[in-house]
């Protein structure tokens, strides 16, 4: 079931997938498992977002790695990861003659996170996808599920 979340829901929902990620980060970075929960982001589909007109990214478990010549579109996907995480998103980004920008990115094994009970919204602990449409006239519209 599709819902929409609020600005405000939106900002928080944000800062928890940061810090999950940041638990992440310290799980590696201390060379072995912490009590943290690790979570995957596992996929990622971009939408008319500068010279991408479609694409999509499969990432597998372990260490991913984003190489290519200068000009390949590595900022690009850095960037639309920027946008799904809540980072700001300016219209710019979108592709020359397109009305509008989109990404979604399905994570994975997130767990129970209290954000969603709080803000009485339903989810999938197992699968998580996020949906971010960004417009020409600067508005955003972000999705859960």
Same mark, same amino acid.
């Given at each position: 079931?599709?819902?929409?979340?609020?600005?405000?829901?939106?900002?928080?929902?944000?800062?928890?997938?940061?810090?999950?990620? /940041?638990?992440?980060?310290?799980? &590696?970075?201390?060379?072995?498992?912490?009590?943290?929960?690790?979570?995957? /982001?596992?996929? /990622?589909? &971009?939408? +008319?977002?500068?010279?991408?007109?479609?694409?999509?990214?499969?990432?597998?478990?372990?260490?991913?790695?984003?190489?290519?010549?200068?000009?390949? =579109?590595?900022?690009?996907?850095?960037?639309?990861?920027?946008?799904?995480?809540?980072?700001?998103?300016?219209?710019?980004? &979108?592709?020359?003659?397109?009305?509008?920008?989109?990404?979604?990115?399905?994570?994975?094994?997130? =767990?129970?996170?209290?954000?969603?009970?709080? +803000?009485?919204?339903?989810?999938d602990p197992e699968e998580?996808?996020?949906?971010?449409?960004?417009? /020409?006239?600067?508005?955003?519209?972000?999705?859960?599920?």
């Open positions: 079931m599709e819902q929409r979340i609020s600005a405000h829901q939106n900002l928080l929902f944000w800062e928890i997938i940061a810090g999950t990620a /940041l638990c992440m980060a310290r799980c &590696i970075q201390n060379d072995h498992i912490q009590p943290c929960q690790l979570q995957m /982001l596992s996929v /990622l589909h &971009i939408e +008319n977002i500068a010279v991408i007109e479609s694409a999509d990214i499969v990432f597998g478990g372990g260490f991913n790695a984003l190489t290519g010549e200068t000009g390949a =579109g590595k900022s690009i996907v850095i960037d639309s990861i920027s946008a799904i995480l809540g980072e700001r998103a300016y219209r710019d980004v &979108i592709r020359t003659g397109c009305g509008k920008a989109f990404v979604s990115a399905v994570f994975i094994g997130i =767990g129970p996170l209290a954000w969603f009970e709080e +803000n009485q919204i339903e989810y998580l996808l996020i949906q971010r449409e960004i417009f /020409l006239d600067g508005k955003n519209v972000c999705r859960v599920n």
